[in-house]
């Protein structure tokens, strides 16, 4: 039996043991009472009565282990033509110094700060300043637009507010102050403060009553130590797209995080503390929360911290140039990112400029990973192409090749098997284990391993309903697969109406409510059709109100402009077509899956509970004249 069985036995068979000696690589304040206490599943508490902060494992106990001069963040931002290196010493006076600021303007244990903010080192000094004194933090990605990040502020009720003047997109300045004081004027619940960051592309407009500048804000402030918080506070909440309009408040609880975190830079990267470890992600998204943040600086690594894109900033050869330059030695990404790579220099030619020397392996996720995308990265870049499956609710991966651990045969189309710890099962509708080989619901069973989700922020009821309820005794995953007869994973979609773009995670039901707005709109349905860049991307299908003579695409217009609008440029949503009708079963529900299979060019079975089988006709003939399928 081969490390990987062992490892994965041990923790099925011993997980107290297991993760109590993954949580000795921390330092605590006060030592857990208890490993693992399920006596309230599913609220399963990890190292409950444990000490412990966030913070000073990530900067101050490298400062005590010599670490002090060695870079902590390289921020590489080709988008300002800006680079610049924080040692941890660096990071540790500039974070101890944020959290004096927090505490100045009355921020404390619990309090919650939103992070509104590009990819830039205040970003991060944010973060780590409201774990040193225990606030809890909210990051909302900068694509979002006023409404989405007001939804987050009434739901999370800031003490303060951190954002930036701008952010920068290729070719465009994203002004963040105005999308900001939108939401402010959206929101019902208000901060004391709001801190900007004031960058040289774009300065903002400051409200002298509630704004101050980042610089000024520390003026009469003294950097502080970290306080003590219990195992099981939360250390941030990540709101993440539900099946309706209202975001998800991922609550991340604080020791599970550490030791999960910690024990995966080893044990899945195989990465070594001192060693240069890259995730292409955004801050937003909880792959920049556990890898470009946290795990990366509590194993003692270096940290790329990226403002750029994979392509265009300023060719396609920007991941391999930064690889090199900055001797990285394990990289993450989306698939998306290798694809767009891929279109624009598809037969590799820019690595040829590069020493990759340093690089030892590729991690990619947010996204099913097609075959031929990995194949095209494993040549290019020869090095070993890990597919990793995982959510924003899990915090780490489900299922990894655990290339610390032992490397299993890689199979394209499959992110290998479960991860230590994760108790994956495929079920059939009533509950049971399928057989190897059949499609069902991929589910976890229950206890989730330390790091995952505790709850959702302050609605332990839709944490039950969204994800305990419909498979008593597991985590439903949302996700549909197979486990094949080598116990590998293969992840093919999503049961409910969440899309992945871009490997950026969207609520087609939210993209339904803001085109249901338009005054004109009698119906609409939005799935998530295939794209060739980005896996999926939404496809709006509107039915006007009667009596309305506008021409559809002036309503098409507008819906595209409402959605950039109320949920931001990050949904992608370009293409919608007014049709006369939807496709309905008898009972009146909107046969979405069916149309999404007409889109694709996949074959489908005309459901038998369909009202009236010709609209699949219409539908087809519709989308056919938008290039459907594509
Ligand atoms: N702030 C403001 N706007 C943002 C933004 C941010 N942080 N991130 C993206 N946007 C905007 C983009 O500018 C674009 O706007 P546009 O409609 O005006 O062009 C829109 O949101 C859509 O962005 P995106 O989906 O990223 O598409 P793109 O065409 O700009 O870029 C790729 C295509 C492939 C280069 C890009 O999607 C990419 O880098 N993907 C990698 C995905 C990734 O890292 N995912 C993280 C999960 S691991
Ligand atoms: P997010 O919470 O934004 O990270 O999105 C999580 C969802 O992305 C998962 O539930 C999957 O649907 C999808 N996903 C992430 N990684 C993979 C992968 N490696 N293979 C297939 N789907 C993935």
């Known amino acids: 039996m081969g490390l990987y069985s062992t490892t994965y036995n041990y923790a099925q068979n011993h997980p107290e043991d297991f993760w109590s000696e993954a949580a000795e690589q921390l330092v605590w304040q006060k030592r857990w009472d208890k490993v693992l206490d399920d006596n309230n599943s599913p609220f ?50 500039r974070v101890s110094a944020f959290a004096g600021v927090l505490v100045k303007y009355g921020v404390t244990y619990g309090d919650r700060v939103i992070i509104y903010m590009p990819m830039i080192p205040e970003t991060v000094i944010a973060m780590l300043a409201c774990t040193r004194i225990g606030a809890i933090h909210s990051v909302v990605f900068g694509g979002f637009a006023s409404n989405e990040l007001a939804k987050r502020i009434d739901d999370a009720k800031p003490k303060l507010i951190v954002s930036s003047s701008c952010g920068i997109e290729p070719g465009r300045v994203v002004s963040y102050k105005p999308l900001l004081n939108g939401a402010l004027a959206l ?242 509708s009533s509950c049971k284990p399928v057989k190897a080989g059949e499609i069902g619901a991929i589910s976890i069973k229950l206890p989730l391993p330390p790091g995952a989700l505790s709850t959702l922020w302050q609605n332990n009821q839709r944490f039950i309903e969204s994800y305990m309820e419909d498979y008593p005794g597991y985590y439903q995953t949302g996700d549909a697969g197979i486990i094949d007869e080598d116990n590998y994973l293969h992840v093919m979609s999503r049961t409910d109406d969440i899309i992945n773009v871009a490997g950026h995670r969207l609520s087609t039901g939210g993209i339904e409510q803001v085109l249901a707005s338009h005054p004109d709109v009698a119906e609409c349905a939005v799935l998530g059709v295939a794209d060739n860049l980005k896996g999926q991307v939404p496809l709006g299908l509107l039915v006007l109100k009667d009596g309305v003579h506008k021409p559809g695409q002036e309503i098409v217009n507008d819906v595209i402009k409402l959605v950039r609008e109320e949920i931001g440029p990050v949904a992608s949503f370009r293409t919608a077509v007014v049709v006369d009708r939807l496709p309905k079963t008898r009972s009146g529900k909107i046969l979405r899956g069916t149309i999404k299979l007409i889109a694709d060019g996949e074959p489908f079975d005309v459901p038998a509970t369909i009202d009236d089988p010709l609209i699949l006709d219409e539908i087809a003939n519709i989308l056919s004249k938008i290039g459907y399928p594509g």
């Open 187 to 428: 929101a019902k619940h208000q901060p004391d403060k709001c801190i900007i960051v004031q960058r040289k592309m774009e300065q903002a407009d400051l409200d002298h009553q509630r704004d101050i500048e980042w610089f000024d804000a520390h003026t009469g402030s003294n950097p502080v130590d970290c306080v003590e918080v219990s195992a099981l506070d939360p250390v941030y909440i990540l709101y993440t797209s539900g099946t309706t309009g209202v975001p998800k408040g991922v609550v991340r609880p604080t020791g599970g995080h550490l030791v999960s975190l910690k024990w995966s830079m080893k044990n899945i990267f195989d990465v070594n503390p001192g060693e240069v470890y890259w995730a292409a992600s955004d801050v937003g998204w909880v792959v920049g929360h556990s890898y470009i943040v946290y795990a990366p600086l509590l194993h003692g690594c270096t940290s790329v911290l990226y403002e750029g894109k994979p392509v265009g900033t300023p060719d396609a050869g920007a991941f391999w140039r930064v690889i090199s330059e900055h001797k990285v030695s394990c990289m993450f990404t989306a698939p998306t990112a290798i694809r767009a790579i891929k279109k624009e220099d598809p037969s590799g030619d820019l690595i040829k400029k590069y020493d990759m020397s340093f690089l030892r392996s590729q991690f990619l996720a947010g996204e099913r990973c097609d075959p031929d995308t990995l194949r095209w990265t494993e040549k290019l870049l020869k090095v070993p192409v890990i597919d990793h499956w995982w959510q924003t609710e899990t915090g780490w991966p489900i299922a990894s090749n655990c290339l610390g651990l032992e490397q299993l045969p890689i199979k394209p189309g499959s992110p290998t098997c479960a991860v230590p710890s994760w108790n994956i099962e495929v079920l059939d």
């Open 44 to 93: 399963t508490k990890w190292f409950s009565g444990g000490k412990i902060n966030t913070c000073y494992n990530a900067l101050d106990v490298h400062l005590a282990a010599g670490r002090g001069e060695q870079a902590a963040i390289i921020y590489d931002s080709p988008v300002t033509e800006t680079k610049e290196i924080l040692s941890y010493n660096d990071l540790y006076e």
